[in-house]
């Protein structure tokens, strides 16, 4: 069975959460995307050779959640040449058998624009910081402003530019608990698996 769950949304919206909990729900596999561009910011050095060498363990590195891996992800996810490199790998783990979940921030738009499922997962600015800063410490006005300055970025710029697919469901989460939102992430893709 290929079952292809897509979810986008900005920085610290809840993504990632959502994505585990219905990945794990229903069995599929579930691929974080930003990972690959972080990895790639963080490798350093020329990003369009570390994007077409990225290999499994630089998956694992255990500097990629910070602020700063999270500002050169989006700095490296802006050249096309980056983008191309990792689209056949993500495409594929899409069509893997038993289901997918991919979480980013172009899976409904470029990535799989024939998912069974699309949903935008977004919050306000000042949610996400909140829950950004709850995670990593630090300056909340610090975290604020990163948050910010990355979802400029990523929705500005030329190559698939996050935003919401025409077809997607969009999923609020400012005033949901974790276990709400999710439930709704569940309920979702239960009525599209019917
Ligand atoms: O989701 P996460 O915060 O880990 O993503 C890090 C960065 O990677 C994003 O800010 C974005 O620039 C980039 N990204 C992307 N396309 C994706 C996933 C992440 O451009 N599908």
Known sequence: MIFTVAIDGPAAAGKGTISKAVA?????????????????????????????????????????????????ASRV????????????????????????????????????PNADV???????????ANRRHAELGGDYDLVLREVIERDMRDAGRADAPMRVADDAIVLDTSDLS?????EQAIRVVAARKA
């Open 24 to 72: 794990a729900h229903f069995g599929f596999g579930h691929l974080d995307t930003g990972v690959l561009y972080r990895a790639v910011g963080a490798k350093g050095g020329d990003p369009i050779a570390a994007a077409r060498t990225l290999e499994p363990e630089d998956l694992n590195r255990a500097d990629l959640r910070t602020l700063d891996a999270g500002q050169a």
């Open 77 to 112: 996810a802006a050249i096309p040449e980056v983008r191309a490199a990792l689209v056949a790998f993500q495409r594929d783990f899409a069509r893997r058998e038993g289901g997918a979940v991919l979480d980013g921030r172009d899976i409904g738009t470029v990535i799989c």
């Open 118 to 128: 699309k949903l935008f997962v977004t919050a306000t600015a000042e949610v996400r």
């Open 178 to 182: 974790i276990e709400e939102a999710v």
